[in-house]
Nanobody, 118 residues
Framework: QLQLVESGGGLVQPGGSLRLSCEASGRTFSINVMGWYRQAPGKQRELVAGITTGGSTDYADSVKGRFTISRDNAKNTVYLQMNSLKPEDTAVYYC????????????WGQGTQVTVSS
């Protein structure tokens, strides 16, 4: 089993920044891809960014150039640096991981609220 705990959400003004963290515990040796999804009220959950163990990244078009995903494999932690935040970034952000050899996300954190508002 794997447990994921997110932190770093909150309220920020448009144009501001936040950094989300997600630490994994348990069977961390089996982690493959780590990533972040988000779900806004009334909308489907969408992929924000993902990162492989080798550091290859993928971003949603809506966040390219503003968000940066990174991971520290020694700490079993994935980060999401969010800059130039917009009101439309408001959502609950979920950390997810896949298990070798799959790339399908299998384990999820509890979610952390990000609200961008003046």
């Amino acid at each position: 089993q794997l447990q994921l705990v997110e932190s770093g959400g909150g309220l920020v003004q448009p144009g501001g920044s936040l950094r989300l963290s997600c630490e994994a515990s348990g069977r961390t040796f089996s982690i493959n891809v780590m990533g972040w999804y988000r779900q806004a009220p009334g909308k489907q959950r969408e992929l924000v960014a993902g990162i492989t163990t080798g550091g290859s990244t993928d971003y949603a078009d809506s966040v390219k150039g503003r968000f940066t995903i990174s991971r520290d494999n020694a700490k079993n932690t994935v980060y999401l640096q969010m800059n130039s935040l917009k009101p439309e970034d408001t959502a609950v952000y979920y950390c997810g991981v896949s298990i070798w050899p799959s790339i399908q996300y299998r384990y999820w954190g509890q979610g952390t609220q990000v609200t961008v508002s003046s």
